[in-house]
């Protein structure tokens, strides 16, 4: 529901030219994080990344669903994410859930009677110091996109091509609007599966079976970054193009091969990113 699955649109207009060598803003520029594979993973990354933020999760799956659930289909859901190293939220209504929310971050003595939440006299302490945390949406359908506008302060979508990253900024958009509000053009962005090797077809040949699964109606390199460290690059400017500037690159390879991956992209991958001005 929130951010972990929990990205961000280029401003609208013309991109004013930049001299050569000069590097972009640091607000202006592509942010990328990266998802490690395990738990036993994080120290690692987070050590080769520094300043940037690394997260994990173990249990990574993706539901189209609209807002109503049948009863059946949560209380399958709910069974399905009942493991100790995975925490979820399950809400049956999203509105109800996300205002509930906001309040109890800035809200003392907060009583609510609703639909599906219940409370009375709450208090959370210590509150956030951001008053109120950004709460970002995912999905690919337009059920998602609706909820993202509607309810959401930023969209990090999975499995997608830049083609639909621009089609689902446009949809969220026009629902924000219809719903009186916005989101920051820089709070839409993607996770991107990426394998590093010697040619595009190497890396396709060394990746993990079970993404070759995700998208069976889209071919891989339309939604990995797949090869050489500059096609990697160029596969990210195409979603930069597209809209979107927040990423998180989740490696798709075996995990002996995974602290040379990350060690590449640092090296020579996220420089390049960065740079670029959105």
């Not at 300043?51 to 709910?78: Q, R």
């Not at 993607?190 to 010697?198: C, D, H, P, T």
């Amino acid at each position: 529901m929130a951010a972990a699955e929990g990205g961000a649109a280029a401003g609208e207009g013309a991109r004013p030219s930049r001299a050569a060598g000069e590097s972009a803003p640091a607000a202006q520029r592509p942010a990328i994080a990266v998802r490690p594979a395990t738990p036993a993973d994080l120290p690692r990354v987070s050590e080769l990344f520094g300043a940037l933020h690394a997260y994990n999760a173990t249990f990574d799956k993706a539901f189209e669903l609209s807002d109503a659930w049948p009863t059946y289909l949560a209380e399958a859901f709910t069974r399905a994410v009942d493991q100790p190293d995975a925490l979820w939220i399950l809400a049956w209504d999203g509105d109800e859930a996300v205002g509930l929310l906001r309040r109890l971050w800035t809200e003392d003595h907060v009583t609510h009677q609703g639909r599906y939440y219940h409370l009375s006299d709450v208090t959370i302490a210590p509150k956030p110091v951001q008053s109120c945390p950004p709460i970002w949406f995912g999905g690919r359908s337009e059920p998602a996109y609706r909820r993202t506008g509607r309810l959401g302060d930023g969209w990090l979508a999975s499995f997608i091509t830049p083609a639909e990253v621009q089609h689902g900024i446009a949809a969220i958009q026009s629902a924000a609007s219809e719903s009186g509000r916005s989101i920051d053009p820089d709070h839409y962005g993607a996770i991107i599966s990426f394998r590093i090797a010697g040619s595009a077809e190497a890396a396709q040949a060394g990746l993990q079976t079970g993404l070759l699964r995700r998208r069976p109606d889209v071919p891989l390199e339309e939604y990995c970054a797949l090869g050489t460290p500059d096609d990697c690059v160029a596969m990210i400017r195409r979603y930069v193009d597209a809209g979107a500037s927040k990423f998180v690159l989740r490696p798709a390879c075996d995990p002996q091969d995974l602290d040379a991956q990350i060690e590449i992209l640092a090296r020579e991958v996220v420089p390049a990113v960065e740079a670029i001005r959105v």
